[in-house]
T-cell receptor, first 116, second 112 residues
Framework: DTGVSQDPRHKITKRGQNVTFRCDPISEHNRLYWYRQTLGQGPEFLTYFQNEAQLEKSRLLSDRFSAERPKGSFSTLEIQRTEQGDSAMYLC??????????????FGPGTRLTVL | GNSVTQMEGPVTLSEEAFLTINCTYTATGYPSLFWYVQYPGEGLQLLLKATKADDKGSNKGFEATYRKETTSFHLEKGSVQVSDSAVYFCALTAGGYQKVTFGTGTKLQVIP
């Protein structure tokens, strides 16, 4: 198992541009999560999918943010009209209650976004 | 709501010193407790976990015991190495919510 992967690892964009990040979870995991981490802080929850259904969204996820998981496998997180305040590390995690009753989340390496 | 409070860093220790990083929590129901570690420029790695009171999680020489009476989950290691330098996050899941609630992290620097 190769773990959770994220692409790209780094993204630099200009304010107002749209960006899209991809997450590939651990293959047998049906649950997928997105978090945002700013410098010096712990990660903050953004949203959660079980299979292809988006079951929970944080108030942090403004209407400029959208996440999808169309076939219940990989997921994308899109930010429209980026702002400097969106600069952060975006982390993806996955889990499976079927294979681990504790439903422990395993994290990817993250995508670091810098908005100029 | 759920919350995690951990000691502020940075913590600087000499190699082979004893490490304690304090963590206390507030949660609904019976939380599962975790320590994650983040090395420079990398994502989070699960270090250890405990899912019920008095459980002890352990990995790579690190230990933490789930103390329900004091709502604590302190991280300890008997002899730290330079390679343990990283940021350590205490975290929990609870109340039927899927999200992980993290503390703010404690940066550990181990000097030779």
């Amino acid at each position: 198992d190769t773990g959770v992967s994220q692409d790209p690892r780094h993204k630099i964009t200009k304010r107002g541009q749209n960006v899209t990040f991809r997450c590939d979870p651990i293959s047998e995991h049906n649950r997928l999560y997105w978090y945002r981490q700013t410098l010096g802080q712990g990660p903050e929850f953004l949203t959660y999918f079980q299979n292809e259904a988006q079951l929970e969204k944080s108030r942090l996820l403004s209407d400029r943010f959208s996440a999808e998981r169309p076939k219940g496998s990989f997921s994308t997180l899109e930010i429209q009209r980026t702002e400097q305040g969106d600069s952060a590390m975006y982390l993806c995690a996955s889990s499976s209650r079927a294979t681990d009753y504790t439903d422990t989340q395993y994290f990817g390496p993250g995508t670091r976004l810098t908005v100029l | 709501g759920n919350s995690v409070t951990q000691m502020e860093g940075p913590v600087t220790l000499s190699e082979e010193a004893f490490l304690t990083i304090n963590c206390t929590y507030t949660a609904t129901g019976y939380p599962s407790l975790f320590w994650y570690v983040q090395y420079p420029g990398e994502g989070l790695q699960l270090l250890l976990k405990a899912t019920k009171a008095d459980d002890k999680g352990s990995n790579k020489g690190f230990e933490a015991t789930y103390r329900k009476e004091t709502t604590s989950f302190h991280l300890e290691k008997g002899s730290v190495q330079v390679s343990d330098s990283a940021v350590y996050f205490c975290a929990l899941t609870a109340g039927g919510y899927q999200k992980v609630t993290f503390g703010t992290g404690t940066k550990l620097q181990v000097i030779p």
